[in-house]
């Protein structure tokens, strides 16, 4: 490993900061978390020293909360890279979670937030990489395939725009890990970005009939219905089903593939199968 010093983890209390601590834990690393909430760290148990820091409101904190970092990991949204870049010392070495998100056709404050950490990034020159990673599932308390099955226990059909054909390539928490530990200990010369995603390619459709099988679920019949006006119907909300938002149906229209290559060849890792990602989900 390149750099075995102390890693500094912005967001350690979220899904992928969590992991990615105890994953470096686990390997021996000196892990420095910064979070925005102390009482919520304690409760994780983990034995490490966080450093409170507010992203968006106190750059002097977070300036003191990095003064002696070597390497930065950002899971929190890349909308705060700005800030971090700002705060970071000049030979502190990067790595931060975007999105997939960046790429889509009806760009929301997400995808714009996104877009202005990868600008930021890719201005500032410093050495370090911007991860992209699809639909992540698999982590505890995530609301991808668990809303998905929890939808599935309450509807004997599932209503989809244009019949579920539209396809995505999710990426197991645990890939996400491993992409970001890989990515600690890869030399980056200059800022990068890079996608990372599952192998499977898989149509929306039968995406939700993996996910019932592995929640131990009948797959349902799937209807069609126009992406407008399931659209039109997210806007109400229905006692005892999960919250969709219109936004998140339009994007089930639209194709989130894309070309994993360049993470195998740089991260030098092949991503669990999902059907074996849903089994160990569930």
């Not at 600690?184 to 898989?202: C, E, K, N, T, Y």
Request: proline content about 9%.
């Amino acid at each position: 490993m390149r750099n075995p010093g102390p890693v500094h983890v912005i967001g350690a209390n979220g899904r992928s900061g969590l992991a990615l601590c105890r994953a470096l834990r686990a390997e021996g690393r000196n892990v420095v978390p910064i979070v925005r909430e102390m009482a919520r760290w304690q409760a994780t148990g983990l034995p490490m020293a966080a450093r409170l820091a507010d992203l968006a409101h106190d750059p002097a904190r977070l300036r003191h909360a990095l003064h002696d970092a070597t390497t930065i990991v950002l899971t929190a949204h890349a909308r705060h890279l700005p800030a971090v870049l700002a705060a970071a010392p000049p030979q502190a070495r990067l790595v931060a979670l975007g999105s997939t998100r960046l790429f889509t056709r009806w760009p929301d404050a997400h995808a714009r937030g996104v877009l202005h950490g990868a600008q930021a990034l890719a201005r500032s020159g410093r050495n370090g990489v911007l991860l992209h990673p699809t639909m992540i599932y698999g982590a505890t308390g995530e609301n991808n395939v668990q809303r998905l099955a929890a939808l599935m226990r309450r509807l004997p059909v599932l209503p989809l725009p244009d019949a579920g054909r539209a396809r995505l390539q999710p990426i197991w928490q645990g890939d996400v890990t491993r992409a970001l530990l890989a990515a600690i200990a890869r030399d980056w010369q200059g800022p990068q970005s890079l996608v990372i995603a599952g192998g499977d390619q898989v149509s929306y459709r039968d995406f939700t009939r993996m996910v019932a099988r592995a929640a131990g679920l009948r797959p349902r019949p799937v209807l069609p219905v126009p992406g407008t006006a399931l659209m039109a119907l997210a806007r109400f909300r229905v006692p005892g089903l999960p919250v969709i938002t219109p936004a998140e149906i339009r994007r089930l229209m639209e194709d989130k593939i894309f070309d994993i290559a360049p993470m195998r060849a740089q991260l030098g890792f092949t991503p669990l199968p999902l059907a074996s990602g849903l089994a160990r989900t569930f």
